[in-house]
């Protein structure tokens, strides 16, 4: 039995007259990798927006840690996400500006860690994940697959306890999805980082440990649906 | 009855024992081998949920050797039983060859037992998404031991795996359409 270390539970969230969660529950276990699985327009952005503290529900309670998420400031939420979540998004949502080793190294420095420091321990993660080649290199000048690396390797840099996937192989054909997911998982159980994968893909689904199921803002875990 | 043993005798013995034939014959292309040889080598590209079983080897090279596809190449005793070293034929090289040349039929899927199971679900008032989420949970849990064994494996495995894999993501992508689509469905059975 895995301890719980995110939790939602009877999560509501409602954007204008449009419900999108109607009393969603949700944990995940340290190490633990969850996909949250689901139709378009079902609800599982929203939940992973308000476990990752990036949305304040309606209604309900999200624990982390033993801590109420949902009764911390924004400002106490945001140290919480640069402390300890990382965030994996479709489109990478690197910044074009910088180089990718500067993207990589960026959670860090947004934490006050000094610039050597920061880049040494960015290149560490941009080896891990196969992209060291690219560090001088800007967003623009690499391919899809080269920016989930890049991405994934932004997102674990900080060695966060939670590490928040938006589908992250839903702009990546399947050879280049799988490798992202590979490395993605590998590097997530080696740092013992919860995983929380929001995806469509039942193959992406499979490298969890367990899936979730939204349907209309609620939630189903299908291990109970046998 | 009689319709039910014609396709049995024609699964058991024609789809996979031409299969497994132009397979072993496909296997001698690169040189003569025992019977033993064969399997071994069988087993360990293609037989890696269900081994041939030496009775079937044995089957197989005979009714090759009838046929003309293989030779004997040569007997051996060395203190043990006979073994007979087979070779292919020219004969035996153009039927692997007609047989990689010639697709092969795709599978429609028409009679499905799911389909079948979520109609008498509604005809008779079950609970028919309780049915499509336990095949879902059944279908995730077979992808999930896939994909560990994928990750674990070599590239053969990583091959045979996915194309496992994406035969289930076909299934769980119509049961995902069928449950959008159930109160359409009660709907259309029960008028």
Redesign the interface.
Same mark, same amino acid.
């Given at each position: 039995m895995i301890d719980t270390l995110l939790s939602g539970h009877e999560l509501h969230k409602t954007y204008g007259a449009t419900p999108a969660l109607a009393g969603a529950e949700f944990t995940v276990g340290a190490g633990e990798i969850v996909a949250i699985m689901g139709p378009s327009g079902s609800g599982k952005s929203t939940l992973l927006h308000c476990l990752a503290g990036i949305v304040r529900p309606d209604s309900g309670t999200i624990r982390y840690d033993g801590g109420d998420l949902t009764a911390m400031s924004d400002t106490q939420r945001s140290a919480l996400r640069r402390s300890d979540f990382g965030f994996v998004f479709q489109f990478g949502q690197l910044v074009p500006e910088l180089t990718c080793l500067e993207n990589v190294a960026l959670p860090l420095r947004l934490n006050a860690v000094k610039r050597k420091e920061a880049e040494t321990k960015a290149r560490e993660w941009m080896e891990r994940l196969e992209v060291a080649d690219l560090a001088g290199k800007r967003p623009g000048e690499i391919s899809g697959g080269q920016g989930q690396r890049i991405a994934v390797a932004r997102a674990l840099v900080i060695r966060p306890r939670v590490v928040f996937a938006d589908e992250p192989t839903g702009a990546l054909d399947s050879l280049n999805g799988e490798r992202v997911m590979k490395l993605l998982i590998e590097a997530a159980r080696d740092t013992r980082a919860a995983v929380v994968l929001v995806t469509h893909e039942s193959r992406i689904a499979a490298y969890s440990d367990r899936e979730i199921v939204v349907r209309d803002g609620r939630s189903r875990d299908m291990a109970r649906a046998t | 009855m009689r319709s039910r043993y014609t396709h049995w005798v024609y699964l058991l013995c024609i789809v996979l024992g031409m299969s497994i034939g132009h397979t072993l014959l496909g296997l001698l292309e690169s040189g003569p081998r025992h019977g033993y040889d064969l399997k071994r080598s069988f087993d360990e590209r293609f037989g890696r949920d269900r081994s041939l079983a030496y009775g079937q080897v044995y089957s197989t090279m005979s009714r090759l050797l009838k046929n003309g596809l293989v030779e004997i190449d040569g007997l051996e005793t060395s203190g043990g039983p006979e073994r007979k070293r087979y070779s292919i034929t020219d004969a035996g090289v153009t039927d692997v060859e007609q047989w990689l040349g010639q697709p092969e039929k795709p599978e429609p899927y028409l009679q499905s037992t799911l389909y079948t199971k979520v109609v008498l679900a509604l005809l008779t008032g079950r609970d028919a998404n309780?049915i499509l989420? %336990?095949q =879902?949970?059944?279908? +995730?849990r077979m992808?999930?031991d !896939? %994909?560990r064994r994928k !990750?674990d494996g070599d590239l053969s495995d990583r091959l045979i795996c996915d194309h496992a !894999?994406?035969h +289930?993501?076909a299934d !769980? =992508?119509w049961l995902?359409l069928t %449950?959008?689509r159930l109160s359409e469905l009660t709907q259309e059975i029960r008028t």
């Open positions: - | 309780e989420d %336990t =879902r949970a059944e279908h +995730l992808m999930r !896939l %994909t !990750l !894999l994406f +289930l993501e !769980l =992508r995902e %449950t959008a």
